[in-house]
């Protein structure tokens, strides 16, 4: 079956960090460009970075540049997204996606490059 498992979500302190995962089963991540995108309610979905096929080329958002990396493990077939430096404006539910096969990361980034969608899992920065 072809999906996308998000995990790692969760409650952390503005200043903390967190690690999702991006888990792609049926079909071999590093062949297709990562998308990382968030929803806050009420707000449209956000492009936070991607990645492309090639493992180089990354592009992320101004409001998370510095603090939030993409990376991908091609032996666990699983993308990554570490988010450091957290802030209360980053809560959202966070969303990876994959773009075709052999696909680049493009700036801006946008969801209708992106063609394949996980469950999205929720991030939630408070003290």
């Known amino acids: 079956q072809v999906q996308l498992v998000e995990s790692g979500g969760g409650l952390v302190q503005p200043g903390g960090s967190l690690r999702l995962s991006c888990a792609a089963s049926?079909?071999?991540?590093?062949?297709?460009?990562v998308g990382w995108f968030r929803q806050a309610p009420g707000k449209e979905r956000e492009g936070v970075g991607c990645?492309?096929?090639?493992?180089?080329?990354?592009h992320y958002a101004d409001s998370v540049k510095g603090r939030f990396t993409i990376s991908r493990d091609s032996a666990e077939n699983t993308a990554y997204l570490q988010m450091n430096t957290l802030k209360p404006e980053d809560t959202a539910n966070y969303f990876c996606?994959?773009?075709?096969?052999?696909?680049?990361?493009?700036?801006?980034?946008?969801?209708?490059?992106?063609?394949?969608w996980g469950q999205g899992t929720q991030v939630t920065v408070s003290s």
């Open positions: 996606a994959v773009g075709p096969i052999y696909s680049r990361c493009v700036f801006p980034i946008l969801p209708v490059r992106y063609h394949l």
């Open positions: 049926g079909f071999t991540l590093d062949h297709h460009a």
């Open positions: 990645l492309s096929n090639t493992f180089d080329g990354t």
